[in-house]
């Protein structure tokens, strides 16, 4: 038992003196701002400006744009000219919308310029919102323009008079507006604002829970293989000492209970959790914590060497949160696999809890997460095997590691014989041949996630509770719509695929829909947990609803011009003259400007996911450099001519070597502001984790430091979500990240790379 207490107390003072209080407190920077997001902070997310150019200036557009301000979404409408426009978008106008001349009147003769909407490319989320409402409403217009001309030319012949069109002109503009205006009323209410915080705060939560657990486990076992070299662990079983693993969870416990009573505060203010609810969460959170122990004791008792071991386990931490996880995209990967993901496994436990379910029901849910620490066991049976085969034959043993010895040092005198230093160095820095052979796969799996078309159809469930025949034709309209796939369920399956998450919701078309002439509020679409795409699907719908709309009204439209039933022949030339005045020249067109390439719907850019595993990874790397046997070595290459200069370029062009490996990786573009961002973020990363290593931190202390950093560091930078759209100074965060200033580089910021490249020299001169 003693030795028990000695192995704790060991590994809480190893704990302290690697930067663990500091470990302990910095999480506490996390939750104001999570707080400051989802507690009001972020309150007008959806709120941005939007400017019209009105060339036509009649009473149809100054209705439109009156309308306009009346919309909740756009906080600001401005009407500028066209000589405005470039420097509307450098003040952050999302969208700009120029209305032709004449254009309400030459639209019913298929005449004149169409509507033309430019989007600022800076500000992609909020512009991907403003484009679908664009084109919901641009599409109700040319359906009833459509409906109206094959009207008024059915009752009035194929020749309309001066006074025919402007009776047309006037009862189109009405019925156009009221379409536009109650397209919405379609739906049951729903809170659009508040779903779009929720799902924000369920993809960011359930990455960072991920990754904390992940990093925190790593932290600890990771010193494991210096204690083996240094005969630590030898020496402890030697003294029947029991417990050494068992006192490296405690420390680890004691490190994340800070961390839980941050994320049970942090769902009790945002998502109302019970007692109960907030109890299941712990326990599953002490659940997961022990699985990820379990995993990575697993990994570091096959592999023993220290470097190799953490370079791998930070490899599969991030393809975990690309392929599975939902924080930078929609997943790469079937969901039948991955929602054995951790990171799939805890959104669905936060959604069961949100949705008030029992422990006993999330039970199901939680069995996948035994599946890394059965890896972990099975990866500790194999290192006891590999040790029982070593010892029982000893003397081959030394034989053949002797061979190995001498083919290795003769390989490692070729690699520094003919190699640069940079690469040299980098080489043994990174895990000699096994490491090096892991990088490549690591940048070849980083290759397939960037060249995998992310999913242009926004993927929906579709339950018909109506069965008409107008729910049958909004069917058939929706399996032709280019923008949404739909997958038909049963409404015994709502519920689970609602919490399954793995499409952008379910919408629900209420019984009584086909009866009901006016179709209000017998539409219900529940956006799934992580989706943030609501307002565009509500949108693409709405719009083909409304069409529908016009086109059977159309009928009774016809009867009331006439003021009278409509004859069979009627119906007949109705029917004709609908087809014949389907437009063939477009009414609207879409630019964004400098040419931005189609990107997924409310998904950070690939430079961000770049920015964020580019920091967490040469951190780790950086972490040699502060061990006390690499501290030796830069003294004595001091005392050389030139050494020091060598030496900390020798590491900074290595550094750069896998900055452009994981940017070539994930296929991002090569400009000027682009290569001057990722060279001074290099540097900075280099001097600022070199910094932290020798001069701040103790031996071994980076990796709690650099999660915890690198999650603010994320956090503030936009690497997450898009600041731009957030009011006030909290769309200045990214200023104060470095990679935000990365992020603002690569847009074209001349400022953002200096002001990196100024901090990594500071650095790097101590």
């Known amino acids: 038992m003693n030795g028990f207490f000695a192995a704790l107390k060991k590994d809480f003072s190893l704990f302290f003196r690697k930067g663990g209080l500091f470990s302990l407190l910095f999480p506490l920077l996390l939750l104001p701002l999570f707080l400051a997001f989802f507690q009001g902070g972020s309150g007008q997310i959806l709120s941005f400006p939007v400017s019209i150019i009105d060339e036509d200036e009649t009473l149809m557009s100054k209705t439109l744009i009156r309308q306009m301000e009346e919309v909740e979404l756009f906080s600001e409408v401005h009407k500028i000219s066209r000589e405005e426009i470039s420097a509307e978008l450098e003040k952050g106008s999302v969208g700009i919308l120029r209305i032709p001349k004449d254009f309400f009147y030459t639209a019913y003769r298929f005449q004149g310029e169409p509507v033309e909407l430019i989007l600022n490319e800076k500000r992609p989320t909020e512009a991907a919102i403003l484009e679908s409402v664009f084109t919901s409403v641009m599409q ?52 659009i604002k508040a779903n779009l915080e929720l799902a924000l705060l369920m993809r960011i939560f359930s990455a960072l829970l991920f990754l904390f657990l992940s990093f925190v486990s790593l932290s600890v076992i990771s010193a494991v293989p210096e204690e083996e070299k240094k005969g630590i662990v030898a020496r402890f079983r030697q003294m029947r000492g029991k417990g050494f693993y068992l006192s490296k969870f405690l420390v680890l416990l004691f490190l994340s209970l800070v961390f839980l009573a941050l994320s049970l505060l942090l769902l009790h203010e945002t998502l109302s959790l019970s007692s109960e609810s907030l109890l299941w969460f712990s326990i599953y959170y002490l659940f997961s914590l022990l699985s990820f122990y379990f995993f990575f004791w697993g990994i570091f008792s096959l592999i023993r060497d220290e470097r190799l071991g953490k370079n791998l386990s930070i490899c599969v931490i991030f393809l975990i949160l690309l392929f599975s996880g939902r924080l930078f995209s929609a997943g790469k990967i079937p969901f039948s696999i991955a929602q054995f993901s951790p990171v799939s496994i805890t959104a669905l436990i936060l959604e069961g809890l949100r949705r008030g379910y029992r422990g006993k029901t999330l039970l199901s849910f939680a ?28 003397k081959e043993k030394k034989t053949s590691l002797a061979g190995s010895a001498y083919l290795q040092s003769r390989s490692e005198s070729l690699i520094m014989r003919y190699l640069p230093f940079p690469l040299w160095r980098g080489f043994t820095l990174i895990g000699r041949t096994a490491g090096f052979a892991l990088f490549l796969a690591f940048c070849l799996l980083l290759g397939k996630y960037a060249e995998d078309k992310q999913e242009e159809r926004l993927q929906i469930y579709l339950v018909n509770q109506d069965q008409g025949e107008w729910s049958k034709e909004l069917l ?23 919490l399954y998450g793995d499409k952008e919701g379910v919408l629900s078309i209420l019984e009584g829909y086909s009866d009901d002439r006016e179709g209000k509020g017998l539409l219900l679409y529940e956006s799934s947990s992580s989706s943030l795409s609501e307002m565009a699907v509500r949108e693409i719908v709405a719009a083909l ?35 014949n005045y389907k437009r063939k020249t477009p009414l609207y067109i879409v630019e964004q400007e400098n040419g931005r390439s189609k990107e997924e719907l409310f998904s950070p850019k690939r430079e961000a996911i770049y920015a964020f595993l580019l920091y967490f990874f040469l951190f780790s790397l950086a972490a040699v450099m ?47 502001y682009a290569m001057l961002s990722v060279f001074s973020y290099t540097l900075f990363l280099f001097g600022f984790s070199r910094l932290l290593s020798t001069r701040f931190l103790g031996e071994g202390a980076e990796t709690g430091l650099s999660l915890n950093l690198g999650l603010f560091f994320s956090l503030i930078g936009g690497a997450f979500m898009d600041f731009s759209a957030l009011s006030g100074w909290l769309q200045y965060l990214p200023w104060f990240s470095p990679i935000g200033l990365f992020l603002k580089g690569t847009e074209g910021d001349i400022f953002a790379p200096g002001i990196l490249l100024v901090l990594g020299i500071l650095c790097v001169l101590p």
Do not use: W
């Not at 009035?156 to 025919?164: I, M, P, R, V």
């Not at 035994?370 to 990866?379: E, F, K, Q, T, Y």
């Open 140 to 191: 109700i217009m040319e359906k009833e323009q459509e409906t109206s001309l094959a009207v008024f030319h059915t009752a009035y012949g194929e020749t309309l008079s001066a006074k025919q069109e402007e009776v047309l002109y006037e009862k189109a503009s009405e019925r156009l507006l009221s379409a536009v205006l109650k397209r919405q009323l379609i739906f049951q209410d729903e809170e």
């Open 626 to 672: 502060g061990e006390s046997e690499e501290k030796r070595v830069s003294s004595r290459i001091n005392s050389i001519r030139r050494g020091k200069l060598r030496y900390l370029g020798g590491y900074f062009l290595f550094f750069l070597f896998i900055s452009l490996c994981f940017y070539i990786a994930l296929k991002l573009s090569f400009s000027l």
């Open 476 to 498: 058939r309209d929706l399996e032709e719509e280019k923008s949404i796939q739909i997958t038909v369920i049963s409404g015994e399956e709502k519920a689970e695929k609602l």
């Open 545 to 579: 609803v409304a069409g529908e709309k016009i086109e059977r009204t159309a009928g009774t439209y016809l009867a009331s011009l006439l003021g009278k039933e409509l004859s069979p022949e009627e119906e007949r030339i109705l029917k004709e003259n609908e087809v």
């Open 367 to 394: 069995y996948p997460l035994s599946v890394p620490a059965c890896i972990g066991v099975m990866l500790l049976l194999l290192g006891k095997l590999f040790d029982k085969k070593n010892s029982l034959g000893q």
